[in-house]
Nanobody, 129 residues
């Protein structure tokens, strides 16, 4: 089992920044693609960004490319712990959503939510205009 716990959400004005964290534990996480999704009220969960197991490749949704950066800290990977970050800059009101961390043990990177096996509880991000 993999446990995911997000933190770092909050209220910010348009143009501001937030950094989300996802504390992951439970398995050999180097084999896992980690991703961020978000879901606004009344909308489907959408892909935001993903990063490969070793952190050597990152992928972004068009809506956030150039503003958001995903990264991961593998320094504690030997003890089955890993942290994934989402640095969000130049935030817009349309970025308002619950942000979820997800993990997938497939080496390929997928943008569909159904491909991911493990999910965190989510953290609310609200951007005011």
């Amino acid at each position: 089992q993999v446990q995911l716990v997000e933190s770092g959400g909050g209220l910010v004005q348009a143009g501001g920044s937030l950094r989300l964290s996802c504390a992951a534990s439970g398995r050999t996480l180097m084999n896992y693609v980690m991703a961020w999704f978000r879901q606004a009220p009344g909308e489907e969960r959408e892909f935001v960004a993903a990063i490969t197991g070793r952190g050597d490749s990152a992928y972004y949704a068009d809506r956030v490319r150039g503003r958001f950066t995903i990264s991961r800290d593998n320094t504690k990977i030997a003890v089955f712990e890993n942290t994934v970050y989402l640095q969000m800059n130049s935030l817009k009101p349309e970025d308002t959503a619950v942000y979820y961390c997800a993990a997938d043990d497939d080496k390929a990177v997928f943008t569909e939510a159904r491909a991911y096996d493990y999910w965190g509880q989510g953290t609310q991000v609200t951007v005011s205009s």
